[in-house]
């Protein structure tokens, strides 16, 4: 008797292959793509007044041979250091060299008729009274660019006001929004908080007559700091509920 209530073997398939399609079909169906989603941005800066100065000073030299022209870039540079580095300070200023080049000089024969190269020396730090007097100091090496940018412990200083500044504005904007399509409320779907500085380093501006390039000891080189534009920009999608 039992054996006469068992199904076939045709009836089992057929109802397994029905939850195999029915299981497909459900899985093939795209969900209902989400409504009434408004994408937008907000956002907030401030001006900072550029503390990091910077001096790049350089040694040009020339000869008809290369091995002379290079030890006379590499005493000129090590001179220039020695003097910087009694200077210099963690935080207030930090000395490194730069670019090193020696490169040929050719006549009008196309042929080598001697080497020219140069030697770079950078000072920057947040003390600008002690970078900008140690650049007066030196000597042997002229300077050929002075410029202010903002520190990275401003930048992040003040970047942090700015950003929930920023945040604030795009939730006023987002609550704005949606009680102006009719909407009760709204849910953040995505977003995004991006920072950045702008203005860049600015250069001061120095000029000096061929026969004025040796500054005298102690003298500080004249610098006059601006400002840069600290800004975050939040963006994003919200969906508007009732």
């Known amino acids: 008797m039992a054996s006469s209530r068992r199904r076939p073997p045709q009836a089992l398939f057929a109802v397994l292959l029905s939850a195999v399609l029915a299981s497909a079909a459900a ?32 040694a040009v ?6 091995a002379t022209v290079q030890a006379q870039l590499k005493q000129a540079l090590d001179a220039a250091l020695k003097e910087a580095k009694a200077a210099a300070q963690p935080g207030a200023m930090e000395v490194r060299s730069g670019n090193f080049s020696l490169f040929p000089r050719y006549g009008k024969d196309g042929k080598i008729n001697g080497w020219q190269g140069q030697a770079e020396l950078l000072l920057e730090g947040r003390d600008t009274e002690r970078v900008a007097r140690t650049a007066g100091r030196i000597q042997g090496m002229n300077i050929t660019s002075v410029g ?29 929004l949606a009680r102006q399509f009719g909407f009760g409320g709204y849910t953040l779907r995505e977003v995004s908080v991006q920072g950045g500085e702008s203005g860049g380093p600015r250069p001061v501006l120095y000029r000096a007559q061929k026969a004025d390039i040796a500054l005298a000891a102690e003298a500080p080189v004249p610098v ?8 975050v920009t939040v963006s994003g999608t919200v969906q508007l509920r009732p």
């Open 61 to 66: 030299r020339d000869g008809s041979d290369a």
């Open 148 to 176: 202010f940018s903002l520190s990275r412990e401003q930048a992040e200083m003040h970047e942090a006001a700015v950003t929930a500044d920023a945040i604030r504005k795009y939730r006023a904007r987002a609550a704005e």
């Open 224 to 231: 006059e700091p601006g400002k840069a534009t600290v800004s």
């Open 27 to 58: 899985q093939a169906s795209p969900a209902a793509p989400p409504e009434n989603l408004v994408s937008f941005s907000a956002s907030a800066q401030t001006e900072v007044a550029q503390d990091l100065l910077g001096i790049t000073l350089q």
